[in-house]
């Protein structure tokens, strides 16, 4: 491996840059609805609500104010409203 290889970095969606919305989950983050496919391979979700921090395997349903997440934990509904951050970080290779 060369110096020069960029190595993916983590990819941050904080609210206040961003609007968390059902469009904006649909269109950033396709490729985690359902089976994760394409860029989601390549990387895992971590999303920070005013409680706690979720690892995310995937997006099971995107509603209009909310969005239901497959967790390690199992199954969870988190409003738009209380998403504060959206981090996607590289899969080690």
């Keep these: 491996a060369s110096p020069e290889e960029k190595k993916p970095q983590p990819q941050v969606f904080s609210r206040g840059k961003f ?3 059902k469009r904006f989950i649909e269109t950033k983050f396709a490729g985690f609805i359902g ?3 394409g860029d989601a391979k390549n990387f895992t979700m971590e999303l920070k609500t005013l ?5 995310v395997e995937c997006i099971k349903q995107v509603g209009t104010t909310e ?3 497959e967790t390690p934990n199992g ?3 988190v409003p ?3 998403i504060q951050e959206i981090k996607l970080n ?3 290779v």
């Design 19 to 21: 609007t968390f919305n």
């Design 67 to 69: 969005a239901i997440l």
């Design 90 to 92: 590289p899969k080690a």
């Design 75 to 77: 199954q969870v509904t």
């Design 80 to 82: 738009f409203a209380d």
């Design 51 to 55: 409680k706690d921090t979720l690892a």
């Design 35 to 37: 089976e994760p496919k």
